[in-house]
């Protein structure tokens, strides 16, 4: 995976903190992109965990299960490092050994979108990433997999969960391929032209409101609800291709 690079001129003023500092006290949520996500679960909850590149801060997403038809998630304001994060994992488990524990579901790198039909609210996952390219030290990814988890537990879905237009709707979401021609990065508004990532202070994270930002409606929900855009990724719809050209000098 790429390193951001040291960019002078012109160039430096593209967001280059887009790691968190060593030091707890200056931590500063929007310095940062979450890149790493291990999904588990409960049954009454979804617990989504993200991590930065390099593993040093983790956050935490609570996804409510028990609401058949609405989506209740909140962001936990807590920055955990590595021991603590794990210390949570262990006290979630055993307090919820009773009702079946807690289990890993997944291993994820981003959200591409969270929607709702008839009833349930379902998550559009990336699983697998593939880099295909650089832009001023910041990685370009495709996606080689996705996967769409239903949040409600079956225990409280109804019929209409299950009904014939449901699921017909639930594979009309199933067919669009995002493993063709989607693409994003984590640290870079793909979705501008240079010029403008050059000249811009935007310091609120991606600009979703772009209109080639493919699943801008689809993450609205959850950017709203956390009020920032960490748990997301910004999808692209065309053609991306990176070529590396190398010349040679040669002195008479």
């Not at 650089?134 to 109804?158: F, K, L, M, N, R």
């Amino acid at each position: 995976m790429s390193k951001p690079e040291n960019v002078k001129s012109n160039s430096s003023k593209l967001p280059q903190k887009i790691h968190p500092s060593n030091d707890p006290s200056e931590f500063n949520p929007l310095s940062y992109s979450l890149e790493k996500f291990r999904l588990y679960e409960t049954r009454a909850r979804f617990y989504l965990i993200g991590s930065d590149r390099n593993k040093q801060f983790f956050r935490v997403l609570k996804i409510d299960r028990m609401e058949p038809s609405d989506l209740n998630l909140s962001e936990d304001p807590v920055v955990y490092p590595p021991q603590e994060v794990k210390s949570l994992l262990q006290r979630i488990a055993e307090g919820n050994r009773a009702t079946g524990g807690l289990n890993f579901v997944a291993k994820v790198y981003g959200i591409a979108g969270c929607i709702k039909f008839l009833e349930s609210y379902y998550l559009v996952l990336v699983t697998k990433r593939r880099q295909i390219g650089c832009i001023c030290g910041h990685a370009i990814y495709s996606i080689d997999e996705s996967q769409i988890i239903t949040i409600p537990h079956v225990s409280v879905q109804t019929d209409v969960a299950h009904s014939k237009t449901e699921l017909r709707y639930k594979k009309l979401l199933s067919s669009v391929d995002l493993t063709k021609d989607f693409f994003y990065s984590y640290t870079y508004p793909i979705m501008r032209s240079l010029q403008k990532n050059v000249l811009s202070t935007d310091e609120d994270g991606m600009p979703y409101d772009n209109i080639f930002v493919w699943n801008s409606y689809l993450t609205h929900t959850i950017r709203s609800r956390c009020k920032n855009t960490m748990w997301t990724i910004a999808l692209v719809h065309g053609h991306f291709k990176q070529v590396f050209a190398y010349f040679s000098v040669i002195f008479f």
